[in-house]
C-alpha cells in the first residue's frame, strides 16, 4: 500500500511503497499517458518527466528507501504544487482516455495520498487546497511549454515564502495564481516571450 509523509517544512511530500506497488503505479499512469484519446505533448512530457520517471525510479530503487518492520520501502520526493497539478492533469486526462479499474484505482490512491497528506500538515489550509483540487483546477493544467515554465515559476515562489510549517498557509493562495487567465501567467508569458528564453528551473535552496 502506497502512503505519503509530508516533509516537515511544508515544501512537498514522501511517498512511500513496496517495490511492487510503486511497479504497478508506474504501470497505470504510463497506461493513462499512452491510451490517452489525445494529449498535448507539453502535457505527456509534464507527466513522463516528472512523475512516471520518478515512480519508476523509486520502483527499481534508485530514489529513497528504509526499513520498517522488516520490510523494504522505497519512495521518492514531490513538490507540493508540482503533486497536484500532476494529480489533476491526471485525473483531466481520465475523462477522455478509455481505463480499467487499475487505472481508476490509483488514480484514486494519489488523490487520496494528496488529501491525507495536506490534511496531516495542516487541516484549515489543507481544506482549502483540496477545494482548489477538486473545484478550481481545470485552468491549471499544463498543455504548453510556457505553462509548465510559470508552474516551476511558482513552486519556486512558494519555497520562499515563510519558513517551516507556516509555509503551508500560503499555498492555496499559489494553487489559484496557476490559473492561466490570471494577471500574474499573462506578465510571466509575456517575459518569455519578448525574452525568447525559458526560465531555469533551479529550485531555491531550502529545507524540505
Not at 517495490?19 to 493513462?32: G, T
Not at 481545470?138 to 517551516?164: C, Q, R
Amino acid at each position: 500500500m502506497l502512503f505519503c509523509e509530508p516533509t516537515p517544512n511544508g515544501v512537498g511530500l514522501t511517498i512511500w511503497g513496496c517495490m511492487h506497488d510503486m511497479d504497478a503505479l508506474a504501470e497505470a499512469i504510463n497506461n493513462l499517458i499512452e491510451n490517452a484519446s489525445y494529449i498535448e505533448s507539453a502535457t505527456k512530457d509534464f507527466l513522463e518527466d516528472n512523475l512516471w520517471a520518478s515512480v519508476r525510479r523509486a520502483a527499481r530503487g534508485d530514489e529513497l528507501a528504509k526499513q520498517i518492520g522488516g520490510q523494504l520501502l522505497v519512495g521518492f520526493k514531490s513538490y507540493w504544487i508540482v503533486f497536484l497539478v500532476q494529480v489533476v492533469t491526471l485525473r483531466d486526462l481520465a475523462k477522455i482516455t478509455p481505463t480499467g479499474r487499475i487505472e481508476q484505482a490509483h488514480l484514486f490512491l494519489l488523490e487520496h495520498i494528496a488529501e491525507k497528506g495536506l490534511m496531516d500538515l495542516n487541516p484549515t489550509e489543507g481544506k482549502r487546497c483540496l477545494e482548489w483540487m477538486f473545484s478550481n483546477s481545470d485552468a491549471s493544467i499544463p498543455v504548453k511549454e510556457a505553462h509548465i515554465e510559470y508552474l516551476w515559476y511558482v513552486t519556486g515562489n512558494y519555497m520562499t515564502k515563510k519558513k517551516g510549517k507556516t509555509r503551508i498557509k500560503e499555498l492555496y493562495d499559489c494553487l489559484m495564481n496557476l490559473a492561466y487567465w490570471t494577471d500574474e501567467y499573462t506578465q510571466f508569458e509575456q517575459t518569455v516571450d519578448d525574452s525568447g528564453v525559458v526560465v531555469a528551473r533551479k529550485m531555491p535552496n531550502v529545507i524540505w
